[in-house]
């Protein structure tokens, strides 16, 4: 079992439209639409709300035991939207564009007889219904989606816009408070310099009065000496 969508025609976005695709090696009348939004994210959406609408629980389908394809699967479901008997419904999900996603839906009441706008066409209709209801739950999630992001992306550039404001705001403070202490750095170098002259002169003074002390002093000591020698 294999699904194999032909390349997809330009198309606008929600507008359903007919269109076919290759299933089990045979082309099948489906009805396709495009939405906004990432192929993994829709094709999650599109089982979720099928299941929540429709009660239609998509499975993914398998080729005998080869393993998973990429066809979505339900079989032989009750959907009273399409007919009062059981259904096989089928879908896929795929990628014409980075951010764009292509759903086909189509279907019948067994392997061989699939919905066609000529022989089934109450039930094709009824897809076509079925289909664009999602396209426009689609739409609307789009641009609550794109709202949440845009959002989010005003919260991070508010976010940042408060850091530099706060960044800028401590550089003003701190840029102040160096300025004061150079402003306090020079005044003190300045009572430096004049405070070493000062220091400068009074060392020159004391070095003068030193010596002359220590002179006095020698010349008393010469003095008790000699008076020493006489006695």
Do not use: C
């Not at 076919?20 to 009805?31: F, G, M, T």
């Not at 279907?107 to 009824?126: H, Q, S």
């Not at 989010?152 to 850091?163: H, I, N, T």
């Not at 002259?197 to 002179?215: F, G, I, P, V």
């Amino acid at each position: 079992m294999g699904l194999f969508l032909a390349a997809p025609a330009s198309a606008q976005l929600y507008d359903v439209r007919p269109g076919d695709v290759n299933y089990n090696k045979k082309s099948r009348p489906a009805l396709k639409v495009q939405v906004d939004g990432k192929a993994s994210d829709v094709r999650d959406y599109f089982q979720d709300w099928m299941k929540g609408n429709y009660n239609v629980r998509f499975k993914n389908g398998s080729m005998l035991g080869f393993g998973k394809s990429d066809v979505l699967v339900a079989r032989q479901t009750p959907a009273s939207a399409i007919s009062g008997k059981l259904v096989d419904l089928y879908g896929s999900v795929v990628a014409p564009a980075d951010s764009v996603t292509e759903v086909a839906l189509f279907g019948g009441f067994d392997d061989n007889t699939f919905f066609d706008p000529d022989k089934t066409a109450t039930e094709y209709k009824a897809l076509r219904t079925m289909l664009q209801n999602f396209a426009s739950a689609a739409r609307v999630k789009a641009y609550r989606d794109q709202i949440t992001e845009a959002e989010k992306k005003l919260r991070a550039v508010e976010k940042e816009k408060e850091r530099l404001e706060k960044e800028q705001a401590y550089l003003r403070t701190n840029t102040e408070a160096n300025l004061a202490r150079i402003e306090e750095l020079k005044k003190k170098n300045a009572e430096n310099l004049v405070q070493s002259r000062a220091d400068s002169a009074s060392q020159a003074k004391n070095s003068l009065l030193l010596e002359d002390s220590r002179l006095r002093l020698q010349r008393r000591r010469d003095r008790l000496s000699a008076l020493d020698r006489k006695n």
